[in-house]
């Protein structure tokens, strides 16, 4: 027996106010792995994602979660799909008067109506696991950048989601920072085996914990593999792709290294 794709996309387009941004966008996203879609600014990662985590109707398209047309999803069913995922944004997106324990109780209490205790109980748990058990009571604005992300990503992670979705772990974050979230993200992948979808631009974040990637271009699919897979694609823009944004990539860390030094 096959065993079945977690999310299938197929033949995806998409339209901010009647301009397209996405074109027949198609590939799977196999369940346990990690998925990193990566392209430059503007290619269409988060509209992507968007569509993905039901935030933007697929039509023309398709998704399909677990073999389930996620365009004819009743409100119930997406309502359960919700349930099933997690989503880390790009800024964190904590609410910035409720104190780190209190972001994370959010989605126990939206979603379930488990006692204050479990939820307590619940989110020590989530803390514990992103190495935050110090900072419950914390405020969002006593946090450094990544100290915010794995904040978030407690909060992304509240619902024991089976599914979870990042978008650019690693922006706004030093290199170190950047380094610490991607084990964690591979620790969830390995301990809690969840399907992971990550967006980045960052390339070696990005081939440190992808299974499987996506490289995007111009909101078209450029092409899809393995890590290995797509080192050794010979395409001519994927080829220009890589090669710039190690280059870029690398005056970054060069650049946070001089200010670093020059302190
Ligand atoms: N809310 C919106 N309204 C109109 N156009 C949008 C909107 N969001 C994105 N776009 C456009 O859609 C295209 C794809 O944007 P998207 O944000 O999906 O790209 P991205 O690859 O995630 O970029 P970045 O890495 O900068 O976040 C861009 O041309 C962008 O200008």
Same mark, same amino acid.
């Given at each position: 027996m096959t065993s079945l794709n977690m999310i299938d996309i197929k033949g995806l387009n998409s339209y901010y106010k009647g301009r397209?941004?996405?074109?027949d966008v198609r590939f799977s996203i196999p369940g346990r792995q990690v998925t990193v879609i990566m392209g430059r600014s503007g290619c269409g990662k988060t509209t992507l994602l968007r569509h993905l985590i039901g935030?933007?109707?697929?039509?023309p398209g398709q998704i399909f979660i677990e073999g389930n047309d996620l365009g004819k999803f009743s409100g119930e069913s997406m309502e359960a799909y919700r349930r099933r995922i997690g989503v880390l944004f790009q800024s964190g997106a904590l609410f910035n008067s409720l104190s780190v324990s209190q972001n994370i109780a959010v989605p126990l209490k939206v979603h379930t109506r488990l006692p204050d205790e479990t939820i307590g109980i619940m989110t020590l748990i989530k803390l514990n696991l992103v190495g935050?058990?110090?900072?419950?009571?914390?405020?969002? #604005?006593?946090?450094?950048g990544g100290m915010r992300k794995r904040a978030g990503l407690a909060r992304a992670l509240a619902m024991d989601p089976e599914i979870l979705f990042v978008d650019?772990? #690693?922006?706004?974050?030093d290199p170190i920072t950047a380094a610490g979230l991607d084990d964690l993200i591979l620790e969830l992948r390995d301990t809690l085996r969840m399907t992971i979808i990550v967006v980045t631009h960052e390339l070696e974040s990005a081939f440190k914990i992808a299974d499987q990637m996506v490289v995007m271009d111009h909101g078209r699919l450029l092409a899809s593999g393995t890590p290995e897979e797509i080192r050794n694609n010979r395409d001519e823009t994927v080829v220009r792709f890589l090669e710039r944004e190690a280059d870029e990539q690398q005056a970054g860390t060069e650049k946070y290294l001089n200010r670093l030094l020059s302190r």
């Open positions: 397209q941004v996405l074109f935030l933007k109707p697929t039509a935050l058990s110090d900072f419950g009571d914390y405020m969002p #604005s006593q946090l450094s650019e772990p #690693s922006s706004g974050l």
